[in-house]
């Protein structure tokens, strides 16, 4: 048996090397204090998080520990030890200025317990200080991350559904909701969801949508996302839903509203079809061309149009251009570059051969597309099979070529029969006129009195329907329009107009005769004419200018005034109440004789009208060879 010192068996606190030991290694501050309060032990860890020295706190009251921490009402804590309860640890800020030698410790943790011995008697307390401030901050971050990820939660746009999967064997037969945000009940329009089953909500889900069941029973089991997208008909809208498993049984959903989108895409697919339905009537087909990137973008009718196999070849302009009519090929071409470099719409029209040999005409507008800063990008288009229209031009021509060549005929036929009445004119009635003033002349030598005054004015009405004949000659086919020219028949115009209408008509120029055919001679003075009692009827001038010219293979007759003039825009009009009928039946005369009327006027500035016939074109149709005269 060992025998131990009596003072050291009675002072608890006696030191040894192994308690010292043990304070020193300690993580924590540690301070032992007597029932009294004072200290009696500390370790060094303690005065780095204190800034107190030993001198300061051995033997002295444990309180100052306390206040050096700079929380000086905590040390309440030491006396709720030494009456033998222990406190909850404390985390405590440490306060700037306090602690001399402290270390840079932003947090502790305190924490105060009774000690006894081995009857239970209360011999003193302890105290431990942890440094916690890596612990705060990692608190202090969780707490922002959190937040972080709850205003997300609550502030994000796609709803959001935490849920729990019920089974009968295998198969998912309902869910519970587990946490839902504020974006799901926007987009559902289901309050309070959270702890709620679906068949609560919905009853009608699981009959209606049996395929988002089966989803979210697979994903909650396989763990495998999946995505889909349905209509539920108690909601009346679409969703596209994502689903993905945190937890065996449990899913996560994340899904938004499509309803619109897929209202769009529902009215783009009718549009598409009722576009390509109006194609193939028809027989149209849309085109689009990126200038940026060179891609091609055909219809399926486009392809019919061209005479291709649907998708034979890669949408390109090599492709197209294989397609159309070797012919056409440069001209199509060419039409098609022109739009690209000046930005502007394209218009063409090209044949395409078919396999068989056949021809057909197609028609293409095109439309450019322009990006932000105005410059083109690409161009959107139509192609339309304008066969039956061209073959209606080629037609028409004929038909109005045919007509041309009748008319012309015709008038070819009226002036011979003109000419033909105005000889008989001349020869039969004429000369029978003529014959019976001479009797007449004779007889009144040999009469007297009443007999010879009614001679006289027998005479006199002879010699005016002489005179009334040759007038109605030249009206119908001048003679002296055959015999001396178009200049010569002019010339015996503008005495005509001079004594019967008083209008003085100033000639100028001369042709040689003959230049032109008959036929074109006479039309030209009749249109003459024609323009000359407009002067008359509706210049209000005493004077005109007729002007006859040669101007290389055409003929010129200018007629001209300064009187009360006309709007212009009206003289087309076909209305015998204006100039238009007589203006209307010249520009359709001169048309058939391959010539054109050149009108110039305007109210209160005169007018002028040019006549033009082509010598060459005329010869031509007369069936002449010759060369027009120098």
Avoid at 63 to 73: T, V
Avoid at 426 to 440: M, T
Avoid at 446 to 459: H, K, Q, V
Wanted: charged fraction near 30%; charge should be negative; glycine fraction near 8%.
């Amino acid at each position: 048996m060992s025998t131990r010192d009596p003072a050291a068996t009675a002072d608890p606190f006696a030191s040894g090397d192994l308690e010292r030991q043990l304070l020193e290694s300690a993580r924590s501050g540690i301070a032992v204090f007597d029932t009294a309060g004072r200290v009696r032990r500390w370790n060094h860890r303690l005065a780095e998080l204190t800034g107190l020295s030993a001198q300061e706190t051995l033997e002295r009251d444990g309180r100052a520990i306390f206040r050096a921490l700079g929380h000086p009402e905590r040390s309440t804590m030491l006396d709720d030890a030494l009456g033998g309860v222990a406190s909850e640890a404390v985390d405590l800020p440490l306060v700037a200025g306090t602690g001399a030698g402290r270390t840079s410790a932003e947090w502790v943790r305190v924490e105060a317990t009774p000690l006894r011995d081995a009857g239970g008697a209360i011999v003193g307390a302890m105290a431990t200080v942890r440094d916690a401030t890596e612990q705060k901050r990692g608190e202090r971050a969780l707490a922002a991350s959190e937040a972080r990820y709850r205003s997300l939660f609550d502030h994000m746009l796609h709803a959001f559904a935490y849920v729990r999967m019920i089974y009968e064997g295998d198969r998912a037969v309902d869910f519970e909701y587990l946490a839902v945000n504020p974006a799901f009940d926007a987009l559902t329009g289901l309050a309070n969801a959270a702890g709620k089953r679906v068949s609560q909500l919905l009853p009608g889900l699981r009959r209606s949508n049996p395929e988002l069941f089966e989803a979210y029973g697979r994903v909650a089991r396989s763990g495998v996302p999946e995505r889909l997208e349905l209509y539920v008909p108690d909601l009346d809208n679409w969703y596209a839903v994502s689903v993905f498993c945190p937890e065996r049984d449990h899913c996560v959903a994340l899904f938004d509203l499509v309803t619109e989108r897929k209202r769009s895409e529902r009215v783009l697919r009718e549009r598409e079809e009722h576009l390509r339905l109006a194609q193939e009537a028809a027989h149209a087909g849309s085109w689009e061309w990126d200038l940026t990137t060179g891609e091609h973008v055909w219809s399926d009718e486009l392809w019919k149009l061209y005479r291709l196999e649907t998708r034979c070849c890669a949408p390109s302009h090599e492709c197209w251009l294989t397609t159309v009519h070797p012919d056409d090929r440069e001209r199509a071409a060419r039409a098609l570059q022109d739009a690209a470099s000046s930005g502007g719409e394209l218009d063409a029209e090209w044949r395409v051969v078919d396999p068989s040999g056949g021809e057909h005409w197609l028609m293409s507008r095109g439309r450019p597309v322009r990006d932000a800063d105005g410059r083109v990008v690409r161009y959107l288009g139509i192609v339309i099979d304008i066969s039956e229209r061209k073959r209606a031009e080629a037609k028409l021509r004929e038909y109005q070529s045919n007509l041309q060549r009748l008319a012309f005929e015709a008038t070819v036929a009226e002036e011979r029969e003109r000419r033909r009445i105005a000889a008989d004119l001349h020869d039969r009635i004429a000369q029978a006129l003529a014959v019976a003033r001479g009797k007449l002349v004779a007889a009144r030598e040999l009469s007297e009195g009443p007999a010879r005054a009614a001679i006289d004015l027998a005479a006199g009405l002879v010699t005016r329907t002489i005179e009334d004949t040759r007038t109605l000659m030249f009206d119908i086919s001048p003679p002296i329009l055959y015999d001396l020219g178009l200049s010569a028949a002019l010339s015996w115009l503008a005495d005509e107009v001079e004594k019967h209408h008083g209008l003085r008509v100033e000639l100028t120029g001369e042709l040689p005769h003959p230049l032109l055919d008959d036929v074109t001679a006479a039309i030209l003075v009749r249109a003459a004419r024609e323009l000359v009692m407009n002067v008359i009827h509706h210049a209000g001038t005493a004077e005109a200018r007729v002007a006859v010219r040669r101007d290389g293979d055409v003929v010129e007759v200018a007629v001209e005034d300064d009187g009360a003039g006309f709007d212009v825009g009206t003289a087309a009009v076909p209305t015998r109440a204006a100039h238009g009928f007589g203006l209307f039946a010249v520009r359709e005369q001169m048309a058939r004789l391959g010539g054109s009327v050149e009108l110039r006027a305007s109210p209160g500035r005169g007018t002028r009208a040019v006549l033009r016939v082509p010598i060459a074109t005329l010869d031509a149709r007369t069936g002449r060879t010759r060369r027009p005269p120098d």
